[in-house]
Structures are given as C-alpha cells and as structure tokens.
C-alpha cells in the first residue's frame, strides 16, 4: 500500500504564507488522486478545505488554495491568522482506496 | 445540512465484538460510497473500510481485514461497522464520512477503547 508523507510540523506568522506538501511513495502526485486536504481542530472532526486538487467548499476561506506542485500536492496559506493553528491532513485515491497523509500541525506564531 | 452521528462505541475487552452504526440525514443517503475512518489517541486518520452505494463493492485496510465486517440499510439511512476480534490497537475515535460532489463530510466519531 502506498504512503503518505507531510511535514509533521510547520511554523507560520500571522499573515505570513506557508505551503503544507502531500507526497506518495508510489511517485508524483497527479489530478488523478483526487487530493484532499483536512483541517481537523483538537477535539473535532475533520473539516473539508480542499478536494479535487484544487476545488474549494463554500465554507474554505480564500486565503486556502491547493495544487500540484513539484510531484506533490501542495496546500499554501496566504495570510495566515490564529484560528487557522490546526492539524492539517491531505488525502490521496489510490483505485478508490483512501491513504491519510501522517498530517501536518500549523503553529502560528 | 448533511449530518452524521455515530454510535455503538465504548470500552470492550481485547478479543471482543462491537458494532457501531452511523446515521446520516440531510442526504439521498442511497447515492454516495460511505467509509469509516479511524483515529488513534494523538495520531492521525487512517482510512478503515468503504462500501459502495448499493452494498458493493466493499474494501478494507489491511490491518482490519477479516476481523471487520462494513453494511449499509438505505432504508434506514444507516451504515455499520461489525468489529470482531478486536486487539489493543484498535483503540480509537471511529468517524464515519460520506463523499458527496467531491466534498468529503464526517460526523464527530465514537471512542472505541480495547482493554482489559
């Protein structure tokens, strides 16, 4: 079974950008994974941010965006503000097979 | 809204049985794939099992092949997770999650703790 990786952790200032990566021990991340990205808070479920690489829900703010980027899938935070400190968890479809990345903890400080 | 709620969790002892249901509304409930997703105390998601929207094809992870069994009653708008044999490892918040136009929901989980 394939896995796979994101950073474990990941500092941010507020209103600074950062970038979260989802790699695959299979080779390059393609459209064709259908990467998802999660925001899970201490005590919550996961929430939906990203799905279909790069598609947004109505309820993602604007300044979360997802793509491809250097064989990965890639979630970049422009501007980031406190609420947005959270674990991060990116999703890849292998045959319709779901593979959790290990997940990602956002400070912001 | 599209709302889950799971249920059926709770403390069992190693080698032992459980089933949790999960209900949906705010849904055609028949329509999606519906999975069960799996969270260790401070760890990450793992993906648990799948089942189609019609009751196959169904597919688990490895670590719970054999010993867990997915269903689903539409007519209930309900799916199951039978979990047998169950071993010290399993301990964890199990979420349920549906994909419906590419957004994937979750309910809030149900702690499943195997000691003895």
């Known amino acids: 079974q394939a896995v796979v990786t994101q950073e474990p952790s990941l500092t941010v200032s507020p209103g600074g950008t950062v970038t979260l990566t989802c790699g695959s021990s299979t080779g390059a991340v393609t459209s064709g994974h259908w990467p998802y990205w999660f925001q899970q808070k201490p005590g919550r479920a996961p929430t939906t941010l990203i799905y279909?690489?790069?598609s947004k829900h109505s309820w993602t703010p604007a300044r979360f965006s997802g793509s491809l980027l250097g064989g990965k899938a890639a979630l970049t935070l422009s501007g980031a503000q406190p609420e947005d400190e959270a674990d991060y968890y990116c999703?890849?479809?292998?045959?319709?097979?779901?593979?959790f990345g290990g997940g990602t903890k956002l400070t912001v400080l | 809204e599209v709302q889950l709620v799971e249920s059926g969790g709770g403390l069992v002892q190693p080698g032992g049985s459980l089933r949790l249901s999960c209900a949906a509304s705010g849904f055609t409930f028949s329509s999606p794939r519906m999975h069960w997703v799996r969270q260790a105390p401070g760890k990450g998601l793992v993906w648990v099992s799948r089942i189609a929207s019609d009751g196959t094809p169904i597919a688990y992870a490895g670590s719970v092949k054999g010993r867990f069994t997915i269903s689903r009653d539409n007519a209930r708008s309900t799916v199951y997770l039978q979990m047998n044999s169950l071993r010290a490892e399993d301990t964890a918040v199990y979420h349920c999650?549906?994909?419906?136009?590419?957004?994937?929901?979750w309910g809030r989980g149900t702690l499943v703790t195997v000691s003895s």
């Open positions: 999650a549906c994909q419906i136009g590419g957004v994937v929901y």
């Open positions: 279909d690489t790069s």
């Open positions: 999703l890849l479809s292998f045959s319709d097979d779901w593979v």
